[in-house]
């Protein structure tokens, strides 16, 4: 049974592979976190096109059957470039999750928050304009949720007060649609939830992305509809960190992380 690839720059991209668990629990995945060189915000477009390739290379000796780019940096800089090179079919975050978003507003105001990379790409508002120009776009960094929830803190006074700062754009600019747009975001769900108000609907573009592989996969005929898929995970370095992160992002224990040497 061909596995499905994921890959991201590090651990974040679990919250992806954690959604393809649940929604297509018949499906081998095979992930590789580059954590050797995490992060790839703050590398050039070509750097982060450079690693994508290598990454896909390295997947691809695994005889994956569809690649799921699990990081927003990647498919902000670099989706269009790596598609071209492959035959395998790949999908990113940002389509699936702008979509949805689109979808759901109600009053054509949305907001984005992500990495300052991210946000500085403007991928998800042009995405957005993309499928409906009249929507309104406020992005907001929110760089501190990810050593956030690398530590667990996903609740508490520090972790609300940080919240209500970097949302506050957002309630001022009166969005009742935000995208959780990093994949470390929906261990901060809650918390964001919260100070956004329930009247806000939040969309997790891990969960859009494993609805966009399942439906993939379901046309090209390459589903698996039998048997439990198992998981492979692969890291470029320190795969004791990996394994006890894994844990928190996937809600069970990571064992047996390889380290790859050479990508």
């Known amino acids: 049974m061909r596995p499905i690839g994921v890959f991201d720059s590090g651990v974040g991209g679990l919250t992806v592979v954690k959604e393809l668990i649940r929604q297509l629990p018949h499906e081998n995945i095979v992930y590789f976190g580059d954590t050797a060189r995490v992060p790839y915000g703050i590398k050039s477009k070509e750097t982060v096109i450079r690693f994508s390739i290598e990454n896909i290379l390295f997947l691809?000796?695994?005889?994956?059957?569809?690649?799921?780019?699990?990081?927003n940096t990647v498919s902000s800089f670099a989706l269009p470039e790596i598609k071209n090179h492959f035959r395998v079919p790949i999908v990113g975050v940002i389509t699936p999750g702008a979509r949805e978003a689109v979808y759901a507003t109600r009053n054509k105001r949305v907001g984005v928050i992500g990495t300052k990379g991210t946000v500085?790409?403007?991928?998800?508002?042009?995405?957005?304009?993309?499928?409906?120009?009249?929507?309104?776009v406020t992005a907001v960094a929110c760089p501190l949720f990810v050593p956030f929830a690398e530590e667990g803190w996903t609740s508490g006074a520090v972790v609300t007060t940080v919240a209500k700062h970097y949302l506050k754009p957002l309630k001022v600019a009166g969005v009742d649609t935000v995208i959780l747009g990093c994949t470390h975001y929906p261990l901060l769900r809650k918390i964001i939830q919260d100070v956004l108000g329930s009247n806000v609907t939040l969309i997790d573009s891990a969960k859009q992305?494993?609805?966009?592989?399942?439906?993939?996969?379901?046309n090209e005929g390459l589903l698996n509809k039998k048997g439990k898929g198992k998981q492979d995970f692969f890291v470029s370095?320190?795969?004791?960190w990996f394994s006890n992160?894994?844990?928190?992002?996937?809600g069970k224990p990571v064992r047996n992380v390889k380290k790859v040497n050479n990508v």
């Open 60 to 71: 691809l000796k695994r005889d994956v059957k569809f690649i799921c780019v699990a990081c």
């Open 120 to 136: 500085k790409s403007r991928a998800y508002e042009k995405e957005i304009k993309q499928f409906d120009p009249q929507v309104k």
């Open 209 to 218: 992305v494993a609805i966009e592989v399942n439906e993939i996969l379901s």
């Open 237 to 240: 370095d320190n795969p004791e």
């Open 245 to 250: 992160l894994a844990q928190r992002f996937l």
